[in-house]
């Protein structure tokens, strides 16, 4: 991995403090089984503000073009934020389904990536921390950069700017242009990685039945075969006063 890989981080020990994520319980489960992690397309995701800069396309002498390389544009997403109630309610808000937590680091994912995808890995992955700015920000960035030589480090910076109303997301983003690689017909992308040593801890949601903990962490153990730590999130249990 080199330095140009990591994006928009402060300082070097920012590259290895903790990153989560939050998924179907069933989700993780079979990122253990399978071995096998998935990256979605940028086109996928709901906010008309992402992948702004491939959306609005190339412009030349005042003609756009279309870029056809944002199809191959992937992305997984991850947040530093630890505490926030937010994260849980936002990601974990179906009191019918099962959550978990998995804890990793910006440099372990993008080593994972590189692993799995040696050839051109440093063209093509890097990992990076979202840009919160005013939408005239925002405009103001494409209108310095639409003339610009399309490169892959334009395309993965322009990938980073979100508006400021999504700034307690502190997003952190693994991506990966998928050039030499097939999408399946949901638009992901499917690698092989170790989960044992891309995560570093299981943290359960916090709407589960106390009582059933115990069981609850057996289950996630057997499913998961994980030998790290296997926590349940108490943000939502009453003080013992």
């Known amino acids: 991995m080199q330095e140009h890989q990591f994006i928009n981080f402060d300082a070097k020990c920012e590259l290895d403090q903790p990153v989560y994520r939050i998924m179907k319980q069933e989700h993780v489960f079979s990122l253990f089984r399978d071995r096998?992690?998935?990256?979605?397309?940028?086109?996928?995701w709901k906010d008309n503000f992402e992948n702004f800069l491939m959306r609005c396309g190339h412009e030349v002498d005042g003609v756009r073009y279309d870029n056809t390389t944002r199809e191959k544009m992937v992305a997984q997403c991850w947040t530093k934020e630890k505490?926030?109630?937010?994260?849980w309610g936002i990601y974990a808000n179906d009191q019918d389904q099962r959550f978990l937590r998995i804890r990793s680091t910006p440099r372990l994912l993008l080593s994972a990536l590189c692993q799995a995808k040696p050839d051109n890995a440093s063209d093509l992955c890097r990992v990076g921390?979202?840009?919160?700015?005013?939408?005239s920000e925002i405009r103001a960035y494409y209108d310095k950069n639409k003339n610009a030589d399309v490169s892959m480090q334009l395309l993965f910076h322009s990938l980073?700017?979100?508006?400021?109303?999504?700034?307690?997301e502190r997003e952190v983003r693994l991506m990966y242009c998928a050039l030499f690689g097939a999408l399946d017909e949901r638009g992901l992308f499917w690698y092989d990685v170790d989960p044992q040593t891309m995560i570093t801890q299981i943290m359960a949601d916090p709407n589960r039945d106390r009582s059933r903990w115990r069981k609850d962490k057996t289950e996630i153990q057997r499913e998961t075969g994980?030998?790290?730590?296997?926590?349940?999130?108490?943000?939502?249990d009453a003080p013992d006063w």
């Open 160 to 168: 980073l700017r979100k508006r400021r109303a999504f700034s307690h």
């Open 36 to 44: 096998r992690n998935a990256m979605s397309r940028f086109s996928n």
């Open 83 to 87: 505490y926030a109630e937010a994260m």
């Open 226 to 236: 994980f030998l790290g730590e296997i926590k349940r999130s108490k943000i939502y």
């Open 129 to 135: 921390r979202v840009k919160y700015e005013l939408t």
